[in-house]
Each structure stands twice: as structure tokens, then as C-alpha cells.
């Protein structure tokens, strides 16, 4: 029984949602624990015909029998949560954290107004940058502020003490990724806070000696919202080419397109204290590969990727996602043991 935190490798939208929830429904959680900076991120889930995007509710709410945490590190805005749990009818499920900061509309506007933000850096407008500030300055609320919070406070980190101490399995999900992680991404093109795993599980409140694996996301063709430098980046012409078409889930801004950067995958993987690899998209690297569920399913093109990948990163692939679906996986953690 154990305590997992995954994390996105490239510079975020690696298909975490995805991997979370299929985690979730394999290992029951007791508890899923959202780390991460806040309502900039978002999160994809698809199951069955149903697609559904979230920004602050745990991407593995589709997990019925966990309860859905928001760490303390992580910011909250209240109407996107009041939102989703409503959208997703996940009441008495959620809680949040007594000291989760607070993004009031101020914080929005801030983010939306600064050229330097908005323009320079491209963020999402979500208004976690000027909130983190506030949080900084000491200035901010706290989630336990807010009257409409109240029926959702709880203190996490002991929540998620009390079932390790039981022997349950608890997830932590990260979410960015370590590419515009605040201390190790591409700086000042960065969000507004650090994104490996030891912030993840500073979040959430859970010790470094606490947890037992940590699950790096790649996607075999990484991403980009927003500015900044993206040595592998491809051009619209040849992702077009190649059919790969992706749009922001909060912005909804075109997704720059790259080639896999096996320099960039270690380094994160390093930092992350990586145990684990998760390979996203590998249906784009051979499109023969789309719904597999078996390793035996996959070709000689998308082994010898998967080869290199392994080899770059140096620390085990296990899962292996082959379609936004959330049962298009294949799970190999069972042949580690
Ligand atoms: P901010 O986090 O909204 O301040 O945006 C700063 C930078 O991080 C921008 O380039 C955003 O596009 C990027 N960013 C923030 N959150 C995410 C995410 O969840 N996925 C991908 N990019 C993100
Ligand atoms: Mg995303």
C-alpha cells in the first residue's frame, strides 16, 4: 500500500488526467490529492463517449469510491470549484484544504490586465500568478475565509496521514509540468510556482520520506501553451502534416507541437526522483498502435520508440497510453515485481 505522486515531464498537458484516473481505478485510492499551482491547469478525462475537463476538482474523481482532496499549496477559485463539482455532481466528495489560497476576481483581473503576463509571458488569465504574489506578500485569504467554502474545509495532510497509517493507497496528482516549473522551466516563461514532485508533495502536505513512487508523464510528441523556448518544436506545417491538431483545455489556445527531447526527459525525470514512466500518445508515433492494451499489440515502430525512451529517461516506462480513452492502456507495473 502506498503513496504515488504523478507528475508531467515535459511543460505540461502530457495526458495526466488520463493516467490518473486510470491509476485510480486500478490501485482504489482511498484518497486522490491535487497538488499543482491551481485553475490555470487543466485536465482531460475521457471515458466511454464522455469527455470532461476539469481545472480544479482531482482528475480522478471518475474513481467514485476516493475522496477528492485540493492540497494546501494549491490556490483555489471558489466559482471554478462551486462549478465543476456541481458539472460533475461530486458534492460530498470534494474538500479542500483550511489553507488553500484564495483567487478572488481582482487576482483575475490583474492577470488579464498585465501585458507582461497575459503578452509576454502568455499566461492563462486564471489569475494564479498575482494570487501566488499575494500569497507571498501575505495579503491573500485563505480557503477557511471564505463562508462558501465552509462545508468543504478539512485539514489533508492529516487525512492522508491517517489513511497511510491504515495501509491505503493515496495518489497525488501533480499538474503543469516540470518545463514551466517556477524554479527549473524555461524562467521567466514559467507559471507561477514549481511543479516537480517534491512541491507536489510539499501541497499536499505529505513528507519526502512518505512517499513511495513517483510517476513521470511524457507524451512521445510534447507540447506548449503559451511563450517560451521549445528546442524541439516542430513547425504548423509538418505537426499538421502529421495530423497532430491539440487545443488548450483553459484557453483553448493551438498547443505547440514538438518532437520527442530525450535531453529534457532526464533532466526532468532526475529532479522528479522519477521511479516510474508513463509514455502518452504512442498511437501518434504508429498509428497502429491506437486502443492497444497489451505491450505483445504494439509494433516494431513504437517498440524501438519506446526503447529509446527508455533509454533516454533511464528509469522504467509501465504505462504506456495508446488513446484519450481512459481503458486505451497498457499497464506493464504488474511485470516490474
Ligand atoms: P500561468 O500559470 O497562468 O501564469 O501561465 C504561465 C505559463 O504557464 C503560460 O505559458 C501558460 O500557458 C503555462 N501554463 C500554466 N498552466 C498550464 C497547464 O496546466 N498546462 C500547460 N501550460 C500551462
Ligand atoms: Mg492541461
Known sequence: MSCTIIVGGFFGDEGKGKVVAHIAYKDKPVIISRGGVGPNAGHTVQVGTREYGVRMVPSGFVYKDAKLCIGSGVLVDP????????????????FVDRRCGIITEDHITRDKGSDHLSKKIGSTGSGCGPAN???????????KDLPELAEYLMDVPKAIDDELKK???????????????????TYPFVTSKDTSAS?????????????DDVIVVFKAYPTRVGEGPFST?????????????EFGTVTHRKRRIGDWDGGMARYSAMINGCTQVAITG????DKECFGATKYSQLTKKAKDFLKIAEDDIDSPITLISTGPEVTQIIDLRDELV
Open 79 to 94: 466559482r471554478v470549484l462551486k462549478h465543476e463539482v456541481e458539472m460533475l455532481g461530486v458534492q460530498g466528495r470534494v
Open 133 to 143: 504574489a499575494d500569497r507571498v506578500m501575505r495579503v491573500s485569504p485563505q480557503a
Open 167 to 185: 495501509g491505503k493507497n493515496i495518489l497525488l496528482e501533480g499538474t503543469q509540468g516540470f518545463g514551466i516549473s517556477l524554479y527549473y522551466g
Open 199 to 211: 512541491q507536489i508533495a510539499a501541497d499536499n502536505g505529505v513528507g519526502p520520506t512518505k512517499i
Open 233 to 245: 518544436e516542430m513547425s504548423v506545417a509538418e505537426s499538421d502534416a502529421m495530423g497532430i491538431q
Open 282 to 285: 504512442i498511437d501518434r508515433v
